[in-house]
């Protein structure tokens, strides 16, 4: 299983900015996928996940929309209206092979891709 988040990049404030999470190795319509994201100095915080349905973190939500095409085994992450405090590294992961349905509030994960960096400065 891998997944590799690309689409990162510098942007100013109030811009929009499309993560993409390239998914190998499973069945993405039977598992979970979420973002993630860990800020300089900082814990790592759940951004969206998405399963039967999509579920958001409180500081995202009305900003981001997560996505999903089974079909090219691909998710997305819409960002809109960034903010310097959305500047961090993004992570893409998924709970195979333990389905979790996007099921508590830390959303667990078993595998991890490597991030990409998104930084939002004027």
């Known amino acids: 299983v891998q997944l590799q988040a690309s689409g990162g990049g510098l942007v100013q404030p109030g811009t929009s900015l499309t993560l993409t999470c390239a998914v190998s190795g499973l069945t993405m319509d039977h598992y979970a996928i979420g973002w993630f994201r860990q800020a300089p100095g900082k814990e790592p915080e759940p951004v969206s996940c998405?399963?039967?349905?999509?579920d958001y973190s409180d500081s995202v939500k009305g900003r981001f929309t997560s996505s999903r095409d089974n079909a090219e085994n691909t998710v997305y992450l819409q960002m809109n209206a960034l903010k310097p405090e959305d500047t961090a590294v993004y992570y893409c992961?998924?709970?195979?092979?333990?389905?979790?349905?996007?099921?508590?509030?830390?959303?667990?994960?078993?595998?991890w891709g490597k991030g990409t960096l998104v930084t939002v400065s004027s």
């Open positions: 998405i399963s039967s349905g999509i």
């Open positions: 992961a998924t709970d195979f092979p333990v389905p979790r349905y996007c099921s508590g509030d830390n959303w667990i994960m078993d595998y």
